[in-house]
Nanobody, 122 residues
Framework: QVQLVESGGGLVQAGGSLRLSCRAP????????MGWFREAPGKEREFVAA????????YYADSVKGRFTISRDNAKYTGYLQMNSLKPEDTAVYYC???????????????WGQGTQVTVSS
């Protein structure tokens, strides 16, 4: 089973940028769609972005469209979430996940990472 490890979270001021990484253990990752989700305190986990396994199709939540960019490097078994123009409301634990089909739905994702904290100060 694919296991994912996120990194790159941290504390940043509003307007700043962070790049999250999501590494899988091997080439199995290259056949999975990858998604990013986030969970803020007291809120449900929500969809942020997703990318197909070849990397040609991407989905974004309206709240991050134009500010976040999802990408992947299958040669490195790694996915990325570039986050620009960060806002305090982006503060959350960010999770990467893998699914057999590209989807907005959290239920489609069967493998998850442990999460990485992103905090945006005002």
């Amino acid at each position: 089973q694919v296991q994912l490890v996120e990194s790159g979270g941290g504390l940043v001021q509003a307007g700043g940028s962070l790049r999250l990484s999501c590494r899988a253990p091997g080439r199995t990752f290259n056949t999975y769609a990858m998604g990013w989700f986030r969970e803020a305190p007291g809120k449900e986990r929500e969809f942020v972005a997703a990318i197909s396994w070849p990397g040609r199709t991407t989905y974004y939540a309206d709240s991050v469209k134009g500010r976040f960019t999802i990408s992947r490097d299958n040669a490195k078994y790694t996915g990325y979430l570039q986050m620009n123009s960060l806002k305090p409301e982006d503060t959350a634990v960010y999770y990467c996940a893998a699914a057999q089909v590209l989807s907005y739905s959290i239920s489609a994702y069967s493998v998850w990472g442990q999460g990485t904290q992103v905090t945006v100060s005002s």
